[in-house]
């Protein structure tokens, strides 16, 4: 899931960054570094990654790593400072902090597309597999699934918005119809 996650999120964060008018610069590092920190998470490949202490040590190690990289490619070292904290906070919401991403377009566009992918058709497939949902308990868990950011700002941008009403759209055909086959 990791490589489909970070293509589809690498073409749709540079369509935002050019929508939007963000840098894409910071986004898109951001984007590609993420979750590299889960390659020094000890069982990653049992691990739940809605475990907190998970995410805490992900991120973390994530950190380091993106130092490490983007100096290796002479990335501008103020906007390796930038990337490789918001590397380290990217998932803060899970710890209740949402403020960050209110109020920074970048890290909260990052956030909004993070999210997104649950909507999009391989990442549906991929977290319903790890919750274990049928077709009808995934869209149900899609249409109530509450941002991270919550009611605070729940989209940092108008295309980020766009998108999850088109992907929510495109996921209950999909998955009504595979649970009424009279659809089709």
């Not at 990654?49 to 103020?78: C, F, S, W």
């Not at 497939?125 to 009611?151: C, F, W, Y």
């Amino acid at each position: 899931m990791d490589i489909d996650h970070i293509e589809w999120f690498m073409e749709t964060a540079q369509m935002v960054c050019d929508i939007e008018g963000l840098d894409d610069t910071l986004l898109l590092p951001l984007a590609i570094l993420h979750d590299v920190g889960y390659s020094k998470v000890k069982d990653v490949g049992t691990a739940n990654y809605y475990d907190t202490n998970i995410r805490e040590a992900h991120m973390q190690a994530g950190r380091d790593i993106t130092i490490e990289i983007l100096k290796q490619v002479n990335y501008p070292p103020d906007k390796i400072e930038r990337i490789a904290h918001m590397v380290a906070i990217h998932d803060n919401w899970a710890f209740g902090e949402v403020e960050i991403y209110v109020n920074d377009p970048v890290l909260g566009t990052f956030k909004d597309l993070d999210y997104l992918w649950i909507f999009t058709e391989k990442g549906c497939l991929a977290i319903q597999k790890v919750l274990g949902k049928n077709d009808t308990e995934m869209l149900e868990h899609l249409r109530n699934e509450a941002s991270p950011i919550g009611g605070k700002k729940p989209y940092s941008n108008a295309t980020t918005h766009r998108l999850h009403d088109e992907y929510l759209a495109a996921r209950e055909i999909e998955l009504t119809a595979n649970t009424n086959p009279e659809i089709r």
